[in-house]
């Protein structure tokens, strides 16, 4: 039985997650009692009727199922089925006939794992976020947006561990937010890689990518629970049309409206969920600065960005809300 943390959660289960080194001692003592959830295996997984929720497709074909019994059934294109309790204190799976597969790790771990710890309180945006010498910094961006290239610059120039690269697990309800970490490792396509020149511990193709790579980082455990002092939106220019690189204070009434739009709905098909969602939003945009961040689509701008964030960082700690 391996232990993993995601999200602040602690994960007991057989099955090995790409990317991720299974807690052992100090620090990373995985966590007893109730904290822990158990993932297993279980072959005569039977989950009564089903109603399909939401099918979000994807290379993945992740889709969302309510269950007759009570709780929640997430399928993968693979043929992996994993149910959860609706508390989130149980998770069972079925893995189809592709067996834990590259495939099939990867989309749970990309995938349902993220939408688990949900169950049990956590908001997740499109994010990356990083630990600074004073807390955490959330980066937000839909897919494509330059997330992990920012990420992995910035741990390369100023030495910040990578707390996630795509999605951030937050508990939003604390004042401050406390961002949680999701993996150290971050995923570039091959072109990027080559681009950043930043040296990683390992590196590994995605079976489900083609050409893109999951580049684990060498260092320590990150402490878990770091306090968000930042958000940063980012809006990318192209750099003949707009050199400009400059972090501008974003205004409070588009603050909640900017974070909506990178909150990621467990159940988008549901329209009672948004009002517990828009709270921790309200909550988050009270309390933390809102930066819109802009720099041009070229490596070469990449150093400039990490200066001004390592002052800007410090300004934005300075005046977060207590």
């Not at 399909?52 to 309510?66: K, M, N, P, V």
């Not at 009672?272 to 709270?279: D, E, I, S, T, Y």
Request: hydrophobic share 45%; aromatic share 10%.
């Amino acid at each position: 039985m391996r232990a993993y943390r995601y999200g602040g959660i602690d994960f007991r289960t057989t099955l090995e997650w790409p990317g991720f080194s299974p807690l052992s001692g100090g620090a990373a003592e995985p966590t007893a009692g109730a904290g822990a959830v158990e993932l297993r295996e279980d072959l005569t997984l039977a989950v009564g009727a089903r109603r399909l929720e939401y099918a979000w497709g994807g290379r993945f074909g992740l889709a969302l199922h309510a269950v007759e019994r009570g709780g929640w059934l997430f399928t993968l294109a693979s043929g992996a089925e994993f149910y959860a309790t609706a508390d989130g204190e149980k998770i069972a799976c079925r893995l189809g006939p592709a067996g834990w597969s590259e495939f099939t790790a990867e989309g749970f771990v990309r995938r349902v794992l993220p939408r688990l710890v949900q169950l049990r309180g956590r908001a997740l945006f499109h994010a990356a976020t990083l630990a600074t010498p004073a807390g955490a910094i959330m980066i937000c961006g839909f897919s494509g947006a330059g997330k992990s290239t920012l990420a992995a610059s910035l741990h390369q120039r100023l030495g910040w561990p990578i707390l996630g690269d795509d999605m951030a697990v937050v508990e939003a309800t604390a004042v401050p937010g406390l961002v949680h970490a999701t993996g150290g490792s971050v995923s570039l396509w091959e072109e990027t890689r080559t681009g950043l020149a930043v040296p990683f511990a390992r590196e590994t193709r995605l079976a489900a990518y083609g050409s893109k790579f999951r580049c684990e980082l060498a260092g320590a455990p990150v402490a878990e629970g770091a306090p968000l002092g930042a958000i940063y939106v980012l809006q990318r220019s192209e750099p003949d049309l707009d050199p400009a690189i400059a972090a501008n204070a974003m205004e409070p009434a588009a603050r909640v409206g900017q974070l909506d739009e990178f909150a990621i709905r467990f159940n988008p098909a549901d329209p009672r969920g948004g009002v517990k969602r828009f709270r921790a939003l309200v909550q988050l945009a009270n309390t933390v600065p809102c930066r819109r961040l802009h720099y041009p689509r070229r490596f070469e701008f990449l150093p400039a960005v990490a200066a001004l964030l390592a002052t800007d960082v410090a300004q934005c700690f300075a005046l977060r809300t207590p």
